[in-house]
């Protein structure tokens, strides 16, 4: 059990920062769009991350250094333009921005959050790179890795959920600027931190 809450504590602290992910997420939630779906893509994209670190996948990376860059400048480019848009609909205001003026469909939903779990370097560095490493130093890995897959569902249903107590914040179409803006600007320094290494 102590190679489990090893493994909990660990994903949980790495996956609680605010990022591009995460800022989707809590986004959904308040929407009250397709939640359920959004955070379960999520966690179970963290369990195949975390599974592909703890069975070795961390070295892999390192003998195809393409790989990494690949993934690097893809998710440049998508999270730069994932903060424009971010930052149009802050501009645009108004009824576009309440809850129920946004509707988007569960397929295009899927593919967003596809691009910001699978085309962002920092949850592969994260899940694989990090949790792989630190894994190998606890007895079990295999209960570890379940520990960390565990606080992924914790966080991303509760995160999801948890969102909805902050509708009534966001009945004001200001309130949902200040949020775009703030993913805009999320994105942005993401997209930054990996453009300077």
């Not at 660990?10 to 609680?16: A, D, H």
């Not at 670190?53 to 892999?60: K, R």
């Not at 899927?110 to 920092?122: C, G």
């Not at 890995?141 to 966001?170: E, I, N, Q």
């Amino acid at each position: 059990m102590m190679s489990f809450f090893a493994g909990l504590g660990t994903g949980l602290s790495l996956i609680v920062a605010i990022g591009a992910q995460n800022a989707f997420v809590l986004k959904q939630g308040i929407m009250r769009q397709h939640v359920f779906w959004v955070c379960l893509f999520c966690a179970l994209s963290d369990a195949i991350l975390v599974t592909l670190g703890v069975a070795g996948m961390s070295t892999i990376a390192t003998k195809i250094p393409w790989l990494a860059e690949a993934m690097k400048w893809g998710g440049v480019a998508f999270l730069i333009w994932y903060g424009t848009r971010s930052f149009r609909a802050a501009m645009a205001g108004g009824e576009a921005l309440r809850p129920e003026g946004l509707k988007a469909g569960l397929a295009a939903t899927l593919l967003t959050v596809a691009a910001l779990t699978w085309l962002n370097p920092h949850v592969w560095l994260d899940t694989v790179v990090l949790l792989g490493a630190i894994s190998a130093q606890w007895p079990s890995k295999l209960d570890f890795a379940l520990g960390a897959m565990s606080g992924s569902f914790l966080f991303f249903f509760a995160l999801g959920y948890g969102a909805r107590l902050m509708a009534p914040v966001f009945a004001r179409p200001r309130a949902w600027q200040i949020l775009e803006i703030c993913v805009g600007i999320v994105m942005w320094s993401i997209a930054l931190k990996l453009i300077l290494g």
